[in-house]
């Protein structure tokens, strides 16, 4: 496919020429890209609903009757875990009136909706329904509500909103080998986050996909322990990009209380390494554990976030694990609180009627990538 002929309404074809450009001559997203509701709305149809999305981790429902909630794209969905141990995702709407049957978290063997009490069970199907007789041809037994394809990968529920979407894991094959030694499949949530945060998804996952920033933004957080100058950004060998980031000085043994995960490389002992697998799977990884940034867009200028703080199963065993899960979100919290103002002043500033385009760094080439990557997927009908 040729890059330079794409046509996306919204976007002259010099704009696109410019982010199609190999890295030393391109140019970031133009300002539409992230702002115009339309274009969003076709990004939802040619992007996210044809997209692997995480929308948990199997230790966040451990036991039969677990489920969390949440809303892809304006579908309500649940991951549950079912009573006869399958983990599933599926439309949390009711078969009969539309209303939600469950919101939140928690622990049920039975779904009732709020609205006139049809009852499902924890695998979708329908098992009471007050009040129904007389209606012709009506059968509890074929009602169930509907399923999302799903994948389990490395401790991760992914679903696809398209029954025709390629497999998840073989995309991936090469990242999951470049981050074996980390055991992230055998790695529990010890701690979450969540922030409502009134950007485009893009704004955050450029801003986590680069260490150009550390300079300003973390002088006095990231940047004394990982300077923005030995940053590198590899080729990758599939829809993902990953950041690297060396470390100044080698770690002690136990930085943050946490023993080291066996296995390791020296350097991945040390070093803090930002990825992204497109479009906004954001996961971070250093010697004793890994981050997991959930982005959830709801609108062209909205998105929920939650940050999940993942350690192996051993450290979260700990007799202190709660000190240290707590320390550990207090230190996420500021780091993303530094990003959050400069999200800010970067949305302020795509929203200026004088706003066009700009150069992007060489230090920016995680940005790129997934540049080249939206545009290939936005130019598919």
Same mark, same amino acid.
Request: hydrophobic share 40%.
């Given at each position: ?229 030995? @940053?590198?950004? %590899? $080729?990758? +060998? ?12 080698? &770690?002690? /043994? !136990? ?60 450290? @979260?065993?700990? %007799? $202190?694990? +709660? ?12 780091? &993303?609180? /530094? !990003? ?42």
């Amino acid at each position: 496919m040729n890059r330079h002929s794409i046509t996306l309404p919204g976007l002259s074809s010099e704009e696109l020429a410019r982010v199609a450009g190999p890295l030393e001559q391109a140019w970031t997203l133009p300002p539409a890209a992230y702002t115009d509701p339309a274009l969003y709305a076709l990004e939802v149809e040619r992007i996210q609903r044809k997209s692997w999305m995480p929308v948990g981790r199997l230790d966040q429902v451990p036991n039969p009757g677990d489920y969390i909630c949440l809303i892809l794209f304006e579908q309500p969905v649940m991951l549950v875990h079912g009573t006869d141990g399958e983990i599933r995702v599926m439309s949390r709407v009711c078969l009969h009136r539309a209303a939600p049957i469950a919101e939140g978290t928690g622990n049920r063997k039975l779904f009732s909706c709020p609205y006139h009490a049809w009852s499902y069970a924890t695998d979708g199907q329908l098992i009471r329904a007050p009040m129904m007789e007389g209606a012709d041809g009506f059968d509890e037994k074929n009602c169930k509500l509907p399923e999302l394809r799903t994948e389990i990968w490395e401790g991760f529920v992914m679903v696809n909103l398209d029954n025709d979407a390629e497999p998840f894991a073989p995309q991936v094959a090469a990242y999951q080998s470049t981050f074996a030694n980390y055991k992230l499949g055998d790695m529990v949530t010890v701690k979450t986050l969540e922030f409502d945060s009134p950007w485009n998804w893009k704004v955050l996952v450029e801003n986590f996909m680069e260490a150009y920033h550390h300079i300003a933004v973390h002088k006095d957080t990231l940047e004394p322990a990982y300077p923005a100058q030995e @940053a590198k950004i %590899p $080729d990758a +060998d599939g829809p993902y990009s990953i950041l690297h980031m060396p470390a100044r000085d080698l &770690h002690p /043994e !136990d930085p943050d209380g946490l023993p080291m995960i066996e296995g390791l490389e020296d350097w991945q002992k040390n070093d803090l390494i930002a990825t992204v697998l497109f479009p906004h799977f954001l996961l971070a990884f250093q010697g004793t554990s890994a981050t997991w940034y959930q982005v959830l867009p709801s609108a062209s200028d909205r998105l929920l976030l939650k940050i999940h703080f993942l350690v192996p199963k051993a450290s @979260a065993n700990l %007799p $202190d694990i +709660d000190e240290i899960a707590e320390g550990a979100g207090a230190l996420l919290s500021l780091i &993303h609180r /530094e !990003d959050i103002e400069a999200n800010d002043m970067v949305w302020e500033g795509l929203n200026a009627p004088l706003t066009s385009q700009g150069r992007l760094s060489l230090f920016e080439r995680g940005i790129w990538q997934l540049n080249q990557w939206w545009l290939g997927e936005m130019a598919k009908s």
